[in-house]
């Protein structure tokens, strides 16, 4: 069964920095496009970043300029570097992992799912 397990959330004052990592429990992990959501208390989940199959990134207009998404095959891990954290980056944060590079899937069709890390930034 495949898992992805989120870590590095936490709390943190504004104008801080976090790195979170999933790590996949998967073999084929460099065929599966990856990426980041967040969902906030009472709020819809969005979507932080992304990565295609071919490695090509896409970033929210929220966070676009002070986060970095990367990936490590070899260690079946990706990251999110979040810099300058705002209140309003509070929320859990999810990865994914899915088959498709299809843009028309929406995040609820997506493949696995990891169950979330806290991340609390205050004022």
């Known amino acids: 069964q495949v898992q992805l397990v989120e870590s590095g959330g936490g709390l943190v004052q504004s104008g801080g920095s976090l790195r979170l990592s999933c790590v996949a429990s998967?073999?084929?992990?460099?065929?599966?496009?990856v990426g980041w959501y967040r969902q906030a208390l009472g709020k819809q989940r969005e979507l932080v970043a992304n990565?295609?199959?071919?490695?090509?990134?896409h970033y929210a207009d929220s966070v676009k300029g002070r986060c970095t998404l990367s990936r490590e095959n070899a260690k079946n891990t990706v990251y999110l570097q979040i810099d300058n954290l705002k209140p309003e980056d509070t929320g859990v944060y999810y990865c994914?992992?899915?088959?498709?590079?299809?843009?028309?899937?929406?995040?609820?069709?997506?493949?696995?799912w990891g169950p979330g890390t806290q991340v609390t930034v205050s004022s």
């Open positions: 994914y992992a899915d088959r498709s590079d299809d843009p028309r899937r929406g995040w609820v069709e997506y493949d696995y």
């Open positions: 998967i073999s084929d992990f460099d065929t599966l496009s």
């Open positions: 990565m295609s199959k071919s490695g090509t990134s």
